[in-house]
């Protein structure tokens, strides 16, 4: 069936990929360094909107949820041991590529992260290879759900938000997506997301 769709914007954390830096990880990191997570939790959260927006480096980050005093063990440590519990969901990266490769879609990756966490992400999982713009909260200074984000998106991507699928597993997200006209998808799991495709004549 023919399809008049030009792009799939989706989220990365989430839909591709596990989440880069959320609460269960930040636990995690904190039990597996011996950090107290309730302060490193509210320390976090008065500092991540400015890492996340690229106004800030993740050493200068983790200097203020972590290092704030003498610590056993080093950045690199922390970032080394946070990097590498990311996870493909490789059903959702196949469902990606073999619908761009199908119906000549262009891909973009939608996302809110901070640029280390990014590039290593890119490279680890080699989404260069399938994903052909990256619109990040670190590289355009702007984070979902600011409407601009998706603007950006649609004019670096020139694409028409009415031929745009967007995947997102955050509701409020679908529903700014949706108010600028993209053709917006709540991903709650592969085979919901592949049937909602399959509606679109995404099949």
Known sequence: ??????????????????????????????????????EMDERHHLTYDTYESGKMGLETYLDRIIFYEPRSFSHRDVIDFALGEA??????????????????????????????????????????????????????HFRKPDEDIF???????????????????????????ASLGLLAIWHRGYESTRAALAELGLD
């Open 151 to 177: 603007r950006i998106a649609l004019d670096i991507a020139q694409a028409d938000p009415a031929r745009t699928v967007y995947i997102e597993d955050r509701q409020m997200f679908v529903e700014v997506a």
């Open 1 to 38: 069936m023919p399809t008049e769709i030009t792009h799939i914007f989706t989220d990365l954390g989430g839909v591709l990929l596990t989440n880069g830096w959320d609460r269960t990880l930040r636990h995690k990191t904190a039990e597996h360094f011996g950090v107290d997570p309730a």
């Open 87 to 140: 996870r493909a969901f490789p059903e959702m990266i196949d469902l990606v590529c073999g619908l761009k490769a199908r119906h000549g879609l262009k891909v973009a990756v939608l996302s809110n992260e901070g640029r280390e966490v990014t590039a290593d992400r890119i490279e680890r999982f080699k989404l260069a290879e399938f994903v052909d713009f990256f619109i990040v909260s670190s590289y355009v």
